[in-house]
Structures are given as C-alpha cells and as structure tokens.
C-alpha cells in the first residue's frame, strides 16, 4: 500500500509557472504507475498525466501538452508535475494517484479507474 501526499498548489497569474509535488509512502514507489489528474469545480475528474516506472514514458492530456511536463524520482519516491504557462481554465483541485498493475516497465495509464491509490489534492487556481 503507498499513501499520496501532494503540494506545491497555490494563486498564480495566467503564463505563471508552478511545480506540484507528491510524496509516496513506502519502499515500493518504483514499481507504480504515476499519474496526475484535476477536477474543476463541478466537473469531472479528467487526466493530466502519467508517467511509467522508470520515468522513460510518459502521456499528456492534449489540453496540456506542451505546457505541463511531469517526471518522477524514485529515490525520493516523488513524482512531480511542472506547469508553465498556465491558463485560467487549468484551475482545478490536482490530485497525484498510483497504478499497482504493471504490465511492462514502458506502461503508463490514462484511466482514473486504473489507479489504485490516490492522494487528497492540492488547488491550483490560475487567475487572469
């Protein structure tokens, strides 16, 4: 079992940059898919991003691409997710989750339902 805990939200203006972080509890951080996803405020939870076990692969939301970089470090059993360039519509609570089914060291996951842990979320609002 891992337990998630994010940080790194806040206010920043639009074409601001932040930095969420995520912290895993247990020796076991490496062998979970990581992912990222936000829900706005009466929306659904939608993906942001993944990131496989090694940090070689990962996948982004088309609405992300290009801005949002996430990559992970297992010797601090961390997974971050940089976002530059943010826009108003990327306001949203951000929470970091975990995917215990592996299939290859390459995998990574989109589906909220494939994920197994997930942390309690950080807000970010971007204003404009």
């Known amino acids: 079992q891992v337990q998630l805990v994010e940080s790194g939200g806040g206010l920043v203006q639009a074409g601001g940059s932040l930095r969420l972080s995520c912290a895993a509890s247990?020796?076991?951080?490496?062998?979970?898919?990581m992912g990222w996803f936000r829900q706005a405020a009466g929306q659904e939870r939608e993906f942001v991003a993944t990131?496989?076990?090694?940090?070689?692969?990962?996948y982004y939301a088309d609405s992300v691409k290009g801005r949002f970089t996430i990559s992970r470090d297992n010797a601090k059993n961390t997974v971050y997710l940089q976002m530059n360039s943010l826009k108003p519509e990327d306001t949203a609570v951000y929470y970091c989750?975990?995917?215990?089914?592996?299939?290859?060291?390459?995998?990574?996951?989109?589906?909220?339902?494939?994920?197994?842990?997930w942390g309690q979320g950080t807000q970010v609002t971007v204003a404009s």
């Open positions: 989750a975990a995917d215990a089914t592996v299939y290859s060291r390459s995998s990574v996951s989109t589906s909220a339902y494939k994920y197994d842990y």
């Open positions: 247990g020796r076991t951080f490496s062998s979970y898919i």
């Open positions: 990131v496989s076990l090694s940090g070689g692969s990962t």
